[in-house]
């Protein structure tokens, strides 16, 4: 049935008809008699790139296949999210070897996206963890790894659903003793401490830092970081360590609807980012935390993404090369000196990554919040011939507007991943409006 | 002793969402559907989840004549059976085609009758067990656009309230769920108010609950009980006037 749809961000928002598959020989059948698909999940990449004239569902297609307690390889149906892979591991002491800043997105979507995480430098990208996968082709169904069907495996990682649908994942999962964090927090002044910062800090599995970029001066860039570690159970307070595996329940706040958009305004992100910035009250903070406000602080409030009113919002992100750390002065001041912050920016250092269309490499990561307003596209364009200046890249997961000679100039091997594309999709039955906007569709 | 929950029509959503929140609940689980190869995943996900014994089985709601062997052949005699199976069907196809509009009734009702038939003898011989049959708010008003559906789910409530009754002498409890608008792949091409519709895990939570505690009539979600006694409250000459 033909709907709008919209993923994370509520825009683009676009007419698709959308179905779902529960069993393999349906979504067989309906790749056979369609064409124009695209795999989707839970609709939590923030542009276009799950959006297409036959968005399929993941969603029902959700089984857990195989979990081996004890080497911690885990196989599930591509359409379970993360959440439920923690509901199932964690009690069992295995957590995800990569996790993004949501747990609300499919395996298939991780997969899709090749998600990063607090740990990249550490432990790199999600394809760092597959042991194998399979992939509903335009040539059928093909279970590939690194060593069998190698091309089709690494042009899946981070290919955005062009090789075809991918149904199921084994991947291998990593011990804890805790379902908590030893976490640390520091203030920094500036962007060069907060880049400092995060050098002193490298050897800590899990770093991120939020920055409020509408900061000008001396203040320019001021951050804090947020550094951690898995707790041993000896780290554990008394209430935490009767049950070392299992979280406290929670509470779940809602935005229950969209927010005018005046709510959101350069008087308000100051007043949130002060506040966020001022709750850490001495330079240096630690504590023990469950996992979730660690890894998911954002999943805590439902429907976040209506805060940002009617007309959705985009998010950016690029990556610099580790070299090119002036670039990141030169876009964040591009920023301020438009006064168009965003709640939510977040910077990352990334470890080393060569693959084929993965966003990852080695260097700083941004990632900021838009929201869609008149001027916002022409401003990013700026941006975008700033990030190209650099060196840089954006990541296609949160894309909803780049240009394709952006795309093309900065991803080096996209034309050997559209050789690999063009042999397990011919004629692009698979397609996105991603992937027809940034010539990714193999004719 | 870990009691036993048979799930009939285990394929559809609502019965996944059901067997997790059984297994969840420290159940063994038996699965029956037409193409039990087809549960295979299912029965992977509720093992890893629970570590549940969970078994699975050929049934066809349509092939009356199997159902005693069916039921007497399971490996344990189950303490809860569910009755999840329904088809939708189409009612403008069903106007028209008898095979259609047969296929509809017999698989909401004389399939589910079947089948239960058999489980209630057994249970009310053993003087123990619920059963649980999943109708829908279809079942209390016909309306044009689905009263094929409709009637043969109001046959099944009548069915399960008389069974309730005679059951009940025999301590065997038996629970009708009417059921709204639920998100499935069977109303996926429909546009459903989100207000309005539950997720198949709602409903699972609901019967798991209500079957502890011993409900008769459960709808869900809750207000569908009220926006049903206002619907059947419509006089006849005003209704049928309406396009439903």
């Known amino acids: 049935m033909r709907k709008q749809l919209s993923n994370w961000g509520n825009y683009p928002v676009l007419t698709c008809e959308e179905s779902s598959f529960s069993q393999e020989e349906q979504l067989k059948q309906y790749v056979d008699t369609h064409d124009h698909i695209i795999a989707r999940g839970n609709g939590r990449c923030y542009g276009d790139a799950s959006l297409g004239e036959h968005s399929v569902s993941t969603l029902r297609y959700d089984k857990a296949l195989l979990f081996d307690v004890e080497t911690g390889d885990f196989e599930c149906q591509a359409g379970m999210t993360l959440d439920q892979v923690l509901e199932i591991t964690v009690p069992k002491g295995w957590f995800l070897p990569v996790t993004p800043g949501t747990k609300f997105i499919t395996v298939g979507g991780a997969v899709a996206s090749d998600v990063h995480g607090k740990n990249h430098h550490a432990e790199g990208s999600f394809s760092n963890h597959i042991i194998r996968m399979d992939v509903l082709t335009g040539k059928g169904l093909i279970t590939c790894s690194r060593d069998n069907n190698s091309d089709l495996y690494w042009a899946t990682c981070g290919?955005?659903?062009l090789t075809g649908i991918i149904t199921s994942v084994r991947f291998r999962l990593k011990k804890i003793a805790t379902a908590y964090i030893r976490q640390k927090q520091i203030k920094a002044e500036n962007l060069d401490e907060i880049l400092r910062l995060f050098d002193?800090?490298?050897?800590?599995?899990?770093s991120m830092a939020w920055i409020d970029c509408l900061q000008k001066g001396k203040a320019f860039g001021r951050s804090i970081l947020i550094v951690g570690e898995h707790a041993t159970p000896g780290e554990l307070n008394h209430k935490q360590g009767r049950d070392p595996l299992v979280l406290p329940p929670k509470m779940k706040l809602t935005v229950p609807f969209n927010l005018p958009s005046f709510a959101l305004n350069n008087f308000s992100v100051k007043a949130f980012n002060a506040l966020y910035y001022g709750k850490n009250y001495k330079k240096v903070m630690e504590g023990v935390v469950p996992y979730e406000p660690f890894f998911y602080p954002l999943d805590a409030i439902h429907h976040w993404n209506r805060g940002y009113g009617r007309d959705g919002f985009v998010q950016?992100?690029?990556v610099l090369p580790i070299d090119r750390k002036e670039g990141l002065t030169a876009i964040l001041r591009a920023i301020s000196d438009k006064g168009w912050g965003s709640f939510l920016a977040v910077l990352k250092v990334f470890g080393k990554q060569d693959d084929l269309i993965s966003f990852p490499m080695e260097g700083y990561?941004?990632?900021?919040?838009?929201?869609?307003?008149?001027?916002?596209?022409p401003f990013l364009d700026e941006l975008d011939a700033l990030v190209l200046q650099y060196g840089g890249r954006l990541y296609l997961t949160k894309d909803a507007r780049m240009q394709q000679e952006v795309f093309w100039k900065s991803y080096p091997n996209a034309a050997k991943f559209m050789d690999i594309v063009r042999t397990y999709n011919?004629?692009?039955?698979?397609?996105?409006?991603?992937?027809?906007?940034?010539?990714?569709t193999p004719q | 002793m870990t009691p036993t929950v048979l799930i009939l029509g285990a394929t559809s959503d609502m019965a996944v969402a059901i067997a997790r929140r059984y297994a969840a609940g420290n159940y063994a689980i038996q699965l029956a559907a037409r193409k039990p190869e087809q549960l295979y995943a299912?029965?992977?996900?509720?093992?890893?989840?629970?570590?549940?014994?969970?078994?699975?089985?050929?049934?066809?709601?349509?092939?009356f004549d199997s159902h005693h062997t069916f039921?007497?052949?399971?490996?344990?005699?189950?303490?809860v059976v569910i009755c999840v199976f329904g088809y939708l069907g189409s009612q403008e196809t069903g106007q028209q085609n008898w095979q259609e509009a047969s296929r509809i009734l017999h698989t909401n009702y004389t399939g589910a009758v079947s089948v239960l038939n058999v489980v209630a003898e057994d249970m009310a011989a053993r003087r123990s067990g619920a059963i649980v049959g999943i109708s829908s708010v279809a079942g209390e008003r016909g309306r044009m656009s689905n009263y094929l559906y409709g009637s043969a789910k109001a046959g099944f409530t009548a069915y399960l309230s008389g069974l309730r009754n005679r059951l009940f002498h025999a301590g065997v409890h038996v629970m009708s769920v009417q059921p709204g608008f639920v998100y499935t792949r069977m109303t996926e091409d429909l546009t459903l108010p989100p207000l309005l519709t539950a997720r198949p895990e709602d409903v699972a939570k609901d019967i798991?609950?209500?079957?502890?505690?011993?409900?008769?009539?459960?709808?869900?979600?809750?207000?569908?009980?009220y926006i049903m006694f206002i619907i059947r409250s419509i006089p006849e000459f005003i209704f049928k006037k309406m396009k439903l």
């Open chain 1, 159 to 161: 290919g955005m659903g």
């Open chain 1, 200 to 206: 002193e800090h490298a050897h800590y599995t899990y």
């Open chain 1, 316 to 318: 950016y992100q690029f």
């Open chain 1, 365 to 377: 990561t941004l990632a900021l919040d838009f929201p869609v307003r008149k001027g916002l596209f």
């Open chain 1, 426 to 440: 011919p004629g692009g039955k698979f397609r996105s409006v991603q992937s027809d906007r940034l010539l990714l």
């Open chain 2, 42 to 63: 299912l029965q992977q996900d509720l093992h890893i989840r629970s570590g549940a014994a969970v078994t699975t089985h050929a049934f066809d709601a349509l092939d």
């Open chain 2, 71 to 79: 039921y007497h052949q399971l490996p344990v005699k189950p303490d």
């Open chain 2, 208 to 225: 798991f609950k209500a079957v502890i505690a011993k409900k008769n009539v459960i709808y869900t979600k809750w207000f569908w009980r």
